[in-house]
């Protein structure tokens, strides 16, 4: 990591090491960036991935699956995206602390991504939707998500 500027962990299925926690952390605190997306239980579970272990230190928390199993979702303009941009969401894993930025387009007080800074300089985005990581673009009958410029502003962001 130490050549890295981000490392970008997509749905892990197995647990993370607390060596490698440790030096996620640290990466993340001497000014890398972490993108790390955690899907529904479907895909893999919090006790399976020990993902909170990697963002706890940072004040985020991957939380159930969204009770909300209704498609489509958004991000919100401001710092991390330049402008509201439809993203895909179907059901997705709520995400705790941070700064929400993305939500399922039916309930706006549960996010589905979060962001944070850290002292040092690092910066942390976590995702409990990987469609859009995957530049899903259509989705049950959707076709104009924005994934590809919505990557684009995070990614970005994660760099800067």
């Not at 647990?15 to 030096?23: F, I, L, M, Q, R």
């Not at 272990?53 to 991957?62: G, L």
């Not at 387009?105 to 300089?121: C, H, L, Q, R």
Request: with cysteine; glycine share 10%; net charge negative.
């Amino acid at each position: 990591l130490s050549k890295a500027d981000l490392l970008f962990i997509h749905t892990p299925s197995a647990k993370y090491s607390p060596d490698e926690c440790t030096a996620i952390r640290q990466f993340v605190e001497k000014g890398g960036s972490l993108f790390l997306v955690m899907e529904v239980d479907y895909w893999a579970t919090l006790e399976q991935a020990n993902v909170n272990d990697i963002v706890k230190p940072f004040k985020i928390t991957f939380g159930a699956d969204n009770p909300d199993e209704s498609s489509g979702g958004h991000s919100a303009s401001g710092k991390l995206t330049k402008q509201k941009y439809s993203i895909p969401s179907h059901g997705a894993r709520l995400v705790d602390g941070g700064t929400p930025f993305a939500y399922s387009n039916a309930d706006t007080s549960k996010p589905i991504g979060v962001y944070t800074e850290v002292k040092g300089g690092g910066k942390v985005v976590a995702m409990g939707e990987g469609m859009a990581s995957l530049y899903m673009n259509s989705w049950q009958d959707v076709t104009d998500y924005q994934c590809a410029a919505f990557m684009n502003d995070v990614v970005g962001w994660l760099l800067e």
